[in-house]
């Protein structure tokens, strides 16, 4: 993810910030996806799946409209 982000962010001439906005719910969803293989409790994965949404909620109403 952190290639990806310089890729974006060198590459695609995008902000440091409006790029980690768009990587962050898949960020926390990888992290859940971590806990439930690791064997985590069952609230650590809801809580980084329950983060994501919102997340990804800010970066939807953060994107330039068309």
Known sequence: ????????TRG???RG???ALRLLP?????LALR????GGGWPWIAL???????AHL???A???RR
């Open 1 to 8: 993810m952190a290639l990806e982000w310089l890729v974006l």
């Open 12 to 14: 695609r001439g995008w």
């Open 17 to 19: 910030g409006d790029a």
């Open 26 to 30: 898949g960020a926390l969803m990888l």
């Open 35 to 38: 806990a439930a293989l690791t």
């Open 48 to 54: 980084a799946l329950a983060a994501s949404f919102p």
């Open 58 to 60: 800010a970066d939807i």
């Open 62 to 64: 953060r994107r330039p």
